[in-house]
Nanobody, 121 residues
Framework: QVQLVESGGGSVQAGGSLRLSCAAS??????MGWFRQAPGKEREGVAT???????NYAESVKGRFTISQDNARNTLYLQMNSLEPEDTAMYYC?????????????????WGQGTQVTVSS
């Protein structure tokens, strides 16, 4: 069982930055990912980081978002720069007990409660 708690969401203007954090009760040997869900839309993968540190990003956030982790603190981060109104969504942290990571939500077993990000134009 893995407990995940997100924090760091908020409201910013377009072009601004936010850093999301995800505190995990267990961390090692899990693929970790960030997902988001906007009202009326399906939950989509944003970024993942594998057990060997390999990273993967959705095309829509490449060059703007950076996923990272602090193994000593069991914490996952998502640095979001150059935010756009289209980034407005609830952001979720997720964990999967797999070696290779996927941006597909069905691959993930554990989920946090989410943190809201709102970007105004």
């Amino acid at each position: 069982q893995v407990q995940l708690v997100e924090s760091g969401g908020g409201s910013v203007q377009a072009g601004g930055s936010l850093r999301l954090s995800c505190a995990a009760s267990r961390y090692r040997n899990y693929c970790m990912g960030w997902f988001r869900q906007a009202p009326g839309k399906e939950r989509e993968g944003v970024a993942t980081i594998g057990i060997y540190g390999d990273k993967n990003y959705a095309e829509s956030v490449k060059g703007r978002f950076t996923i990272s982790q602090d193994n000593a603190r069991n914490t996952l981060y998502l640095q979001m720069n150059s935010l756009e109104p289209e980034d407005t969504a609830m952001y979720y942290c997720a964990a999967a007990p797999t070696v290779s990571c996927s941006l597909l939500r069905f691959a993930y077993t554990y989920w946090g409660q989410g943190t809201q990000v709102t970007v105004s134009s």
